[in-house]
């Protein structure tokens, strides 16, 4: 176990607890104290100094056991929500104590694997909406990092967040076949002409479609099986290769094989109507798909056919830009440097549009770029204006699956489909699956991100190229939380909200609006050496 609260003696741990209860009753309770044991040998216990609320932690709320997070819980602990914490080493247990210190600051990235299974720290694992936390062997062998002193605990909190943002435009899917595993080849129509410039093999290969095509030897492929898809409905295929014009019947039913972390290649000429497919598997699942028009099926894999990040110069959009994650991205956007010339940022609250306007106009103007900043009712027709023949980028930041339909309408040839936001599976979208193919799209989607994200994001801090504190717009103490889920749910606050679980007394306080970098600085570092006394 990565991380736990145990129920003995020594010290106690005021934490506030997720029971599955609706928002409008937990926005009514109280935290709750309880025993902190000592850490076992191969443990830490570390204070946590400050926690960001995540609109993911809303999303947990309202979902229950149906957000993808949550969903493999076996339910033996409380749910504790909060990932995106600063953390100070508190107790070291004796197998540890090489490496970790008290006293010793720490960043942590909660996306864990135990086991294969997917664990996350403040969804499944109890998180950081409590004065404690108790991190396992799984969470320290590769889940922290030291982070220094002279930056504040509301700066190394907002690392996770804005290390989630520079995720969605790195490589997050698998970029290469998975030899050692298993493939479904399907064979449509005019499959003959599609080869191989090497031999491709896997552990396990099954054959559906033309019965009488034959699987072009060069493939590489041996001991295939011939099967129909109802004999495989079951089985899920790292890769699967499609050859041939498919029919969107058969296209459809394609992405639904593939297991976590699988990828979908296409060989084909001609378009076909677009297909049903669950962005939530896009975004949770790491859902990688590619497509080639040339004979030589690998030329999907070649890199200028899988891009990540944005396309110089051109049209992007920022598809649910108010909220803290959205404006994250459109910070990002703007300052890049070899970003998009134009940026529609949409948003359907009217505060966190002029939140918008006052905070990132004048970013936008010093940086020459075009900022379009339009009611999300409106984004089609800003898209139009801007982007005549469809968008290069979009990032859709909006929890709602047909906001993701609607960009992936709006896309140009080429143009790329950020799945950011997550949503609960089972609600499938249109995608035109056939254009990765044929016309270049993409369709990508992350969760999370990794330690080296959190570190790069760190480095650009301290070289002064990014101020953090800059998009923070509330703090709290742990008492008020309810205030504070509370604004972030009824959208009254557009950036970051930082938690100091050591000043629970501490009132929910909006910051300067428009910052005021010295005044509010001075606030943050004032409240942190109050709780760290």
């Known amino acids: 176990m990565a991380v736990s609260e145990t129920d003995e003696e020594a010290g106690i741990n005021l934490r506030w607890i997720h029971r599955g209860e609706p928002l409008d009753t937990l926005l009514r309770s109280r935290p709750e104290t309880a025993p902190l044991s000592p850490p076992a040998p191969d443990e830490v216990i570390a204070r946590v100094e400050a926690v960001c609320i995540c609109s993911s932690d809303i999303k947990a709320v309202r979902m229950g056991v149906d957000h993808p997070l949550l969903a493999e819980s076996d339910g033996n602990e409380d749910t504790v929500l909060g990932h995106e914490v600063s953390l100070r080493v508190e107790q070291v247990g004796e197998a540890q104590r090489e490496r970790f210190r ?16 997917r664990r996350t720290i403040g969804f499944d694992v109890p998180g950081g909406f409590a004065q404690y936390l108790r991190l396992g062997p799984d969470a320290l062998s590769g889940h922290v ?11 190394i909190a907002l690392l996770e967040p804005y290390g989630c943002v520079e995720r969605a435009y790195r490589p997050n899917v698998r970029r290469t076949l998975a030899g050692n595993g298993s493939a479904l080849v399907y064979l449509g129509p005019g499959a003959e002409r599609y080869d191989a410039s090497r031999p491709v093999r896997w552990q396990r290969t099954i054959v559906v479609g033309q019965d009488k095509c034959i699987l072009p030897s060069s493939l590489g492929i041996e001991d295939e099986r011939r099967a129909s898809l109802s004999e495989i409905a079951d089985q899920r295929f790292d890769d699967i290769i499609a050859l041939g014009e498919l029919d969107e019947g058969a ?5 639904v094989l593939l297991r976590e972390g699988g990828l979908l290649l296409q060989a084909r ?11 939530a598997r896009i ?15 690998l030329q999907a894999l070649a890199p200028e056919r ?11 959009l920022v598809h649910g830009a108010g909220g803290a994650m959205g404006r994250i991205h459109v910070h990002r956007l703007l300052q890049l440097e070899n970003g998009p010339s134009t940026l529609i940022a949409t948003s359907r609250n009217a505060k966190r549009l002029a939140d918008l306007e006052a905070d990132f106009r004048p970013m936008a103007a010093a940086k020459g770029k075009r900022l379009v900043i339009a009611e999300t009712a409106d984004a089609e027709k800003a898209v139009t204006a801007a982007a005549p023949s469809g968008l290069d980028d ?7 699956p047909q906001a993701v339909a609607g960009a992936a309408r709006w896309l140009a040839p080429g143009g790329m489909l950020a799945v950011f936001s997550g949503f609960a599976y089972g609600n499938p979208i249109l995608l035109d699956l056939a254009g990765v193919a044929v016309s270049g799209k993409r369709f990508t989607g992350s969760t999370g991100c990794s330690v080296q994200d959190m570190k790069d994001v760190l480095s650009r801090v301290e ?22 889920l509370e604004a972030v749910d009824r959208g009254a606050v557009s950036g970051k909200i930082v938690i100091y679980p050591h000043s629970p007394d501490l009132p929910f306080r909006l910051l300067a609006d428009p910052w005021d970098g010295g005044q509010e600085q001075r606030l943050i570092g004032e409240t942190e050496r109050e709780q760290g006394r």
């Not at 899988?306 to 992007?316: H, K, L, M, S, T």
């Open 251 to 255: 296209l459809a039913r394609l992405p």
């Open 102 to 117: 008290p006293g010793q600051r720490l960043g942590l990235q909660p996306a864990m694997r135990i086991n294969g299974r």
């Open 269 to 279: 000429q001609t378009p076909a109507r677009a297909v049903r497919v669950d962005p």
């Open 283 to 297: 975004h949770y699942d790491g859902l990688a798909f590619v497509g080639t028009t040339d004979a030589d099926i």
């Open 306 to 316: 899988q891009r990540f990040d944005v396309r110089p110069g051109g049209v992007a």
């Open 145 to 155: 990092f030291d982070v220094p002193e002279r930056l504040s605990a509301a700066e």
């Open 394 to 400: 979009a990032v859709v930041v909006v929890p709602d």
């Open 463 to 484: 070289r002064g190229e990014l101020d953090l504190l800059a998009n923070l717009k509330a703090i709290s103490g742990l008492k008020d939380l309810p205030k504070a």
